[in-house]
């Protein structure tokens, strides 16, 4: 109803969420005939179905493998979710990636999908690593697999004693200051769809770990060092590759050789431009 109330005088209703914003927005937006714009983030019943069970399910296999395990509110977000992108006007997502999967899971009709990547800023500052932390603060969520990378990390500091995991996190910007003085960043999640936390390791030119279970692959695949979220051997050898002084400098060049940027303004246009094409 709050909702209602703010879109007699609207064009279009931007949504940033696909459940709990993306269903009572949607509905209004319908009722009064506005278009509903619905940018996706993460993955609401994926997430929640990973917390509820400790099933540690990729997000790319989730809804083939473990659909006939729901519990009877997922049936319920699902239904729902279904139903909100069925009826929005277009959605938005940062990644084909993302994009891909939604379209199988939803049966989704891709003439009114479309892609728009996240923010890449201008590189920040040089600053030196004096260091030799790796920085892997997050939300404590199982699908981000905080724990297993702190086991991986024990066996990989057993052979080098002088690196370390950081997992604490702080405000935005005392954690970009972190991410630009720590030695690298290292994510491992079960499904990341296009983290902002890699973006900016990249605008600090900081060498970085990441999933390749992530929207962000086919953009950075020559710029960073991709793992499987599921192997630990994987793992190990790539913080001790990047550990190594000489396989460090060689990963920093390549972030350094990446100056693509995607800025708000642009971010802006490309939304303004779907909505006048749909």
Not at 185 to 190: E, G, K, R, T
Request: hydrophobic share 40%.
């Amino acid at each position: 109803w709050r909702t209602l109330l703010s879109l007699w005088n609207v064009d279009f209703v931007l949504i940033l969420d696909t459940f709990s914003v993306g269903w009572p927005a949607t509905a209004a937006a319908k009722l009064l005939g506005k278009k509903a714009i619905i940018r996706t983030g993460g993955d609401f019943l994926w997430e929640g179905y990973v917390e509820r069970t400790e099933d540690l399910v990729l997000l790319r296999e989730f809804y083939e493998t473990r659909h006939g395990d729901f519990n009877w509110k997922e049936k319920i977000i699902f239904q729902i979710t279904k139903w909100t992108l069925e009826d929005a006007t277009a959605i938005i997502f940062s990644t084909d990636w993302h994009r891909k999967i939604f379209e199988k899971a939803y049966s989704l009709d891709s003439r009114k999908n479309f892609i728009v990547e996240n923010y890449y800023g201008e590189k920040l500052p040089h600053v030196e690593k004096d260091n030799r932390t790796f920085v892997a603060g997050t939300r404590p969520l199982k699908w981000k697999n905080i724990n297993w990378l702190r086991e991986v990390f024990v066996g990989a500091k057993e052979q080098d004693p002088t690196i370390e995991l950081d997992t604490t996190t702080a405000p935005y910007e005392k954690f970009l200051e972190k991410i630009r003085y720590s030695y690298a960043v290292i994510l491992v999640s079960l499904g990341d769809i296009s983290p902002n936390m890699i973006l900016d390791a990249i605008r600090a030119n900081t060498p970085f770990i990441l999933t390749k279970e992530t929207g962000l692959y086919d953009r950075l695949k020559d710029v960073g060092l991709f793992v499987d979220p599921k192997d630990p051997e994987d793992v190990r050898e790539k913080i001790l590759y990047l550990a190594d002084r000489s396989h460090y400098r060689l990963e920093q060049e390549k972030i350094e050789r990446f100056t693509f940027t995607h800025s708000w303004k642009q971010i802006c246009e490309e939304i303004l431009a779907i909505a006048r094409r749909v």
